[in-house]
Nanobody, 114 residues
Framework: QVRLMESGGGLTQPGGSLRLSCAASRSTLTFVAMGWYRQAPGKEREWVARIRSNGLTEYADAVKGRFTISRDRTTMYLQMDNLQPEDTAVYFC??????????WGQGTQVTVSS
């Protein structure tokens, strides 16, 4: 089992930046892939970004060019720049320890408002 703990959410104005962290209970280098998802009020959870075991990164069109996913041995990060009100959501980290087994964090709130 893998425990995940997100942090770094908060309130910022449009155009601002936040950095989310997802600390894992074991080395991230053992995971097939890690990713971020978000869920806005009244909407379904959507995929935001992914980093694979080989370091390849992928982004949803809505965040491409503004968000950057990265990781070190124990933690995954999401640097979010030029945040907009439509980025307001609860952000969740997700890790795949295999192609069929994954784990979720508890979520962290990001609010973008003037």
């Amino acid at each position: 089992q893998v425990r995940l703990m997100e942090s770094g959410g908060g309130l910022t104005q449009p155009g601002g930046s936040l950095r989310l962290s997802c600390a894992a209970s074991r080395s991230t280098l053992t995971f097939v892939a890690m990713g971020w998802y978000r869920q806005a009020p009244g909407k379904e959870r959507e995929w935001v970004a992914r980093i694979r075991s080989n370091g390849l990164t992928e982004y949803a069109d809505a965040v491409k060019g503004r968000f950057t996913i990265s990781r070190d041995r124990t933690t995954m990060y999401l640097q979010m720049d030029n945040l907009q009100p439509e980025d307001t959501a609860v952000y969740f980290c997700n890790v795949h320890v295999s192609y069929v087994v994954d784990y979720w964090g508890q979520g962290t709130q990001v609010t973008v408002s003037s």
